[in-house]
């Protein structure tokens, strides 16, 4: 896969970001970046290439949350993301509501601003940690 994305690369020049799997860093043909998409960890480092935080992880087919949702932990999590260094600093995810890893404003986690916890979360952290 990496390869095949470096070939056509080549002729389209665009930043390539692919998804980690086991061995990557030795892999022959290395894209710009590197990301992990595991929502059920919340929180994934990619040393050099991204910091990924999850504010919980729970799908709509699952009867209990593989991450339960705990607003200090993303806090704390939030803030390794955003003094991590890395190029890549995500969230998974802003708006999936069907795995339930939503950050979106909802009456689920309020918050005096209407904005809601999580997003409230970020904005303070990002803003005390800016790149």
Known sequence: ?????????????YYVVLKVFGGYRSCADQPQGW????????????AGYSAVV?????????????????????RKDATTVATSGAPFQLVTTFN???????????TDWPSKDGHGVYIDILHEVFGAHPR
Not at 1 to 13: C, E, F, H, L, T
Not at 58 to 74: E, G, I, N, V
């Open 54 to 74: 999850s504010p919980g992880f729970f799908r709509y087919d699952q009867k209990t949350p593989m991450l339960p949702r705990d607003p200090a932990r993303f």
């Open 96 to 106: 999936e509501w069907g795995e339930g890893t939503s950050v979106e404003s909802t």
């Open 1 to 13: 896969m990496a390869a095949r994305w470096a070939k056509a690369n080549k002729i389209a020049g």
């Open 35 to 46: 990301h992990q998409y595991a929502p059920g960890g919340s929180l994934d480092l990619q």
